[in-house]
T-cell receptor
Framework: EDQVTQSPEALRLQEGESSSLNCSYT??????LFWYRQDPGKGPEFLFTLYSAGEEKEKERLKATLTKKESFLHITAPKPEDSATYLC????????FGTGTSLTVIP | KAGVTQTPRYLIKTRGQQVTLSCSPI?????VSWYQQTPGQGLQFLFEYFSETQRNKGNFPGRFSGRQFSNSRSEMNVSTLELGDSALYLC??????????????FGNGTRLTVT
């Protein structure tokens, strides 16, 4: 069964404390892995797409990496404005979403 | 460039009623997908439309239906509402279609509450 699992469910960090979010998947025939950020009351906002193992993408304090069975979203020196829920999604014939990691960055 | 627009933002309905949600995609985007988001289940795929044709459908009952118009705008209908239909309904558009790996661009959703 196609499945996407994100961990941890929630993460609290001090401002400047780097960490990583995990997205593991059992979807076969992967056509892409996507990271989104969702703020309360808003729709998910697209961050990155990764297409093959070994690929990396960076944007400001965020860096996404991909292996054959999981992806990591590394957050370096986070700021309070990075607080949000981060969703990963895997594309096969349709998108399969994880339930997200709720990140809180404390000043 | 305007983003994906969903209307209305909030809806309160009673069990047994029906509801229609509307979505206008980003200009030039021909694919529109609908998702249901609940705290426990996350985002669940409802269906995708491309050039007025339903291309893919998730595991939802027939009470959930949709359509797409020639201008790519889309509507979603839920008939005989149940309490469990309370959720955030998200519409997303993409340029060519879901299968080719293009990212989805989401609207801010319609919050449906069924009492």
């Amino acid at each position: 069964e196609d499945q996407v699992t994100q961990s941890p469910e929630a993460l609290r960090l001090q401002e400047g404390e780097s960490s990583s979010l995990n997205c593991s998947y059992t979807v076969s025939g992967l056509r892409g892995l996507f990271w989104y950020r969702q703020d309360p009351g808003k729709g998910p906002e697209f961050l990155f797409t990764l297409y093959s193992a070994g690929e990396e993408k960076e944007k400001e304090r965020l860096k996404a990496t991909l292996t054959k069975k999981e992806s990591f979203l590394h957050i370096t020196a986070p700021k309070p404005e990075d607080s949000a829920t981060y969703l990963c999604a895997v594309l096969r014939n349709q998108f399969y979403f994880g339930t997200g990691t709720s990140l809180t960055v404390i000043p | 460039k305007a983003g994906v627009t969903q209307t209305p933002r909030y809806l309160i309905k009673t069990r047994g009623q029906q509801v229609t949600l509307s979505c206008s995609p980003i200009s030039g985007h021909r694919s529109v997908s609908w998702y249901q988001q609940t705290p426990g289940q996350g985002l669940q795929f409802l269906f995708e439309y491309f050039s007025e044709t339903q291309r893919n459908k998730g595991n939802f009952p027939g009470r959930f239906s949709g359509r797409q118009f020639s201008n790519s705008r889309s509507e979603m209908n839920v008939s005989t509402l149940e309490l469990g239909d309370s959720a955030l309904y998200l519409c997303a558009s993409s340029l060519p279609g879901t299968g080719d790996g293009s990212p989805l661009h989401f609207g801010n959703g319609t919050r449906l509450t069924v009492t």
